[in-house]
């Protein structure tokens, strides 16, 4: 298997951009997760989803956030509209259960100037 | 809200021992995961124990206590490649979502 695929790697935008960021989990996965990793703040949980049901968004951290899972093989993380400090990585995982482990992708590195 | 506390950053010489403690206050526990980061890299699964007592897997084992909140990761035979950044996980709720510490990293030297 491929692992988790995230697109792009590496996103620079100016504040006020739309971003939209990609994840493919591994396939057969049920649960999504969307993490951000800052220096200040550590890697923070913004949202998962289970069997593309959104089932706690209680991290996402205001209205400029939204993710979608239209199907089980794709999910998007947008940023409307951006601002400087949502500069992070952004990783999406994937686990089967939640008592098992989760496995992250590479990570997209956001710039937002 | 929750509570993590593990320390920041540990040095050990390559070939020694290091273990690195985490104590947690959740709402709803179910368990507990131990992950790896390289520096630039995405976490790796390392661990994850639900009931009290100790889980070996090769060089590194990690410890459980749930009445007292406690878990450590126990790294043994340092290598090199074991510099990194070492995130403890407790669950949160029922549905299995954790949060993660702020992680202790660890500086094996030669």
């Known amino acids: ?113 | 809200g929750q509570n993590i506390d593990q320390p920041t950053e540990m040095t050990a010489t390559e070939g020694a021992i290091v273990q690195i403690n985490c104590t947690y206050q959740t709402s709803g526990f179910n368990g507990l995961f131990w992950y790896q980061q390289h520096a630039g890299e995405a976490p790796t699964f390392l661990s994850y124990n639900v009931l009290d007592g100790l889980e070996e897997k090769g060089r590194f084992s990690s410890f459980l206590s749930r009445s007292k909140g406690y878990s450590y990761l126990l790294l043994k035979e340092l290598q090199m490649k074991d510099s990194a950044s070492y995130l403890c996980a407790p669950t949160t709720d029922s549905w299995g979502k954790f949060q993660f510490g702020a992680g202790t990293q660890v500086v094996v030297t030669p």
């Open chain 1, 1 to 113: 298997d491929a692992g988790v695929i995230q697109s792009p790697r590496h996103e620079v935008t100016e504040m006020g951009q739309e971003v939209t960021l990609r994840c493919k989990p591994i396939s057969g996965h049920d649960y999504l997760f969307w993490y951000r990793q800052t220096m200040m703040r550590g890697l923070e949980l913004l949202i998962y989803f289970n069997n593309n049901v959104p089932i706690d968004d209680s991290g996402m951290p205001e209205d400029r956030f939204s993710a979608k899972m239209p199907n089980a093989s794709f999910s998007t993380l947008k940023i409307q509209p951006s601002e400087p400090r949502d500069s992070a990585v952004y990783f999406c995982a994937s686990s089967f259960g939640t008592s098992y482990e989760q496995y992250f992708g590479p990570g997209t590195r956001l710039t937002v100037t």
